[in-house]
């Protein structure tokens, strides 16, 4: 995908703020520290449009990126930061039910694991919440630089079988300190528009 511009419509921190021109949207979520901000800035070219975090888990908005005036990147809040009260959590909880279950023009969820880890319980819960909600077809594995080359499919099969992923779905490892995969990530979202 050629990105031709890229901007930030609004970082929504209540429905009523989010855009209304129903244009398609492809939302990510990942645990806090995943390299959500990173992965979206370096998909998205651009140095510092999402912010990275030097706090994690204190974001709760969402925020809702135009990308060549066609569609959103939606970036939805990080979760899986331990030092969060119960009422974050249930804040977090709340934010999010209402997103996945409002939006009609939502057309796919991509969870970010990293790619060192087995998914933590969160990300299962995570991807198993997005799942049945009809989602989860791509998944980005963070980090990708900090496996070896010769490890990388063995850390990637890991992720696949602890996510309980099946065969159709896509797992892709990206690294936004090297900037490598993000061809193939855009391949795979622009695959859903194609669909
Ligand atoms: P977020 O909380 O999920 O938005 O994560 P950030 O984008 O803020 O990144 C969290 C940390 O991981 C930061 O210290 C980043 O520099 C680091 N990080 C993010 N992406 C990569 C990557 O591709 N490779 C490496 N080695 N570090 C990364």
């Given at each position: 995908m050629k990105i031709k511009t890229s901007d930030i419509v609004i970082s929504a921190?209540?429905?009523?703020?989010?855009?209304?021109?129903?244009l398609p949207e492809i939302a990510v979520v990942g645990r806090s520290n995943v390299g959500k901000s990173s992965t979206i800035n370096t998909m998205l070219g651009r140095?510092?449009?999402?912010r990275v975090s030097?706090?994690?888990?204190?974001t709760r908005t969402i925020n809702f990126f135009i990308i060549n005036k066609e569609f959103y990147l939606v970036d939805l809040p990080g979760y899986g930061?331990?030092?969060?009260s119960k009422t974050e959590k249930a804040s977090w909880g709340k934010i999010m039910e209402t997103y996945l279950t409002n939006?009609?023009?939502?057309?796919e969820v991509i969870l970010l694991v990293d790619i060192r880890h087995e998914p933590t319980n969160d990300d299962k819960m995570m991807y198993d919440w997005i799942k049945h909600f009809g989602f989860g077809s791509i998944v980005i594995a963070t980090?990708?630089?900090?496996?070896s080359r010769s490890q990388l499919q063995k850390h990637l099969k890991v992720i696949r079988q602890s996510l309980q992923m099946s065969k159709e779905d896509k797992i892709v490892p990206v690294s936004s300190l090297k900037k490598q995969g993000i061809e193939d990530a855009w391949h795979h979202i622009e695959e859903l528009f194609i669909e």
């Open positions: 921190v209540a429905p009523s703020q989010y855009p209304e021109d129903m140095k510092k449009l999402a030097a706090t994690p888990g204190k930061y331990a030092k969060v939006r009609k023009n939502l057309q980090k990708s630089d900090k496996v």
